[in-house]
């Protein structure tokens, strides 16, 4: 069937909750450095930005940074699954949304890191595209990963939603000149999106109603 409404979710904080995954992660990369880790909260208040960006907004050197990057991914990589969790009726916002519309992710994770949580939550089945960090020269909140999945999906022309829960979503849609939803459930508070779009749910499922 042909659907004119595309759907594109973030992940983190809007389908998934890999919360304890990230700290760890990020913990066992200033330990590999031999350097004192930063408290949960400064690290969670950067969470949706691109790891080299976080490790930077935390005082890494840039010289350094991606050698943390590299230690945090190795450790993430074998923890991801087990330390990441559906929020609440996420797996029902999916579906619903898959009965009126063509999904798609684009997220500031890896895409391999991602493509391999939503196969394991048995969910990658209702997306025809996935969009990473990997897959572009300007993550959100650039316009680039937005216009790449609809790029991919060949739908120039059609009603284009982005759900995510972070500012760095909305700018991202609205650089896109798509539509935008946000949700309460992750990282960014009500007073932080409202300045970008008064369409706030407090859910995935929500915004997919």
Do not use: C
Not at 20 to 45: C, G, R, V
Not at 55 to 65: K, P, W
């Amino acid at each position: 069937m042909q659907r004119s409404l595309v759907i594109l979710f973030d992940l983190d904080g809007t389908l998934i909750d890999s919360t304890e995954a990230i700290l760890e992660s990020f913990h066992k990369a200033y330990a590999t450095m031999n350097k004192k880790s930063p408290s949960d909260q400064a690290i969670t208040n950067l969470i949706g930005y691109p790891l080299h960006i976080m490790f930077t907004s935390l005082g890494v050197e840039e010289n350094q940074r991606w050698d943390y990057v590299e230690a945090y991914k190795e450790h993430y990589r074998k923890i991801s699954t087990q330390k990441t969790v559906l929020l609440k009726n996420a797996k029902e916002a999916i579906e619903e949304a898959s009965k009126i519309a063509t999904l798609g992710i684009v997220t500031t994770k890896t895409g391999k890191y991602s493509k391999v949580l939503m196969e394991y939550f048995d969910l990658m089945q209702y997306f025809d595209v996935l969009i990473g960090f990997e897959d572009v020269e300007h993550p959100k909140p650039h316009a680039e990963p937005i216009l790449k999945a609809i790029e991919i999906l060949n739908k120039n022309d059609n009603d284009i939603w982005m759900i995510g829960d972070t500012v760095l979503d909305i700018r991202s849609a609205i650089n896109a000149k798509v539509n935008a939803v946000a949700v309460l459930s992750g990282y960014d508070n009500e007073d932080k999106l409202v300045e970008f779009t008064h369409i706030i749910k407090d859910s995935a499922l929500e915004a997919v109603n």
